[in-house]
């Protein structure tokens, strides 16, 4: 598949992830008396990716999110001379979908991005449960670690197949219940990106833990997996991989 259309999908799944996963949190969570809470913000960005996945993980692989690219560069998944242009890919959707969720909300007249927070990542006084830098940085690593495990190995061409998109999305819904209360959960560095872009001050501010946390996961997972399994198994993927049919699908 051409780098083109990979990147092509790459946009719409994240533009998706962070629509309907940060759109779910501005509109939707606290709505007077059926308003869909944290436990609904968790499951929506889990169906961002399940449902993108499915249908494009054939195309680039689905990774929407930074961390994954650079955690399946660091398992042998996939190609380094990609990555860059995958995770710009990622951001400028994730700026593009913060935009249009912009646009809605503002369509309430009383609607304040300061005061609403705008789905933004954040530690200290910005934490949703008032959690601090070393609390928010151990979520953040540790969950990231854990979602990519999930990723890799429910991709490896020795894991059943057809059900990556399922685990993938099942895990993301996990571990956004744990951090919602800590960090209002990223685990994704371009998701963290759009609406810090619109609330600026202090989420541009805090950004930077949201791009070295996840990141720093994603290596860990990266290194860990190829460690457990044998650099044998993951190096046969990658060999693989530039075939869209056998394409690690995330």
Known sequence: MKLGNRLAAEFVGTFWLVLCGCGSAVLAAGFPDVGIGWLGVSLAFGLTVLTMAYALGHVSGAHFNPAVTVGLVLAKRFEAKDAIAYIVTQVVAAIAAAAVLYVIATGQSDFSVAESGFAANGYGEHSPGGYGLV????TEVVLTAGFLFVIIGA????????FGPLAIGLALTLVHLVSIPVT????????STGPAIFVGDWALGQLWLFWVAPIVGAAIAGFA????????GVDDVAETAQDPSDAPQV
Request: without cysteine; glycine residues 8%; aromatic residues 8%.
């Open 135 to 138: 609390a928010a940085l151990v």
């Open 155 to 162: 991709t490896d061409r020795r894991a059943p197949k057809g």
């Open 184 to 191: 209002n959960a990223s685990i994704n560095p371009a998701r």
């Open 225 to 232: 997996y190829r460690y457990i399994t044998g650099d044998a």
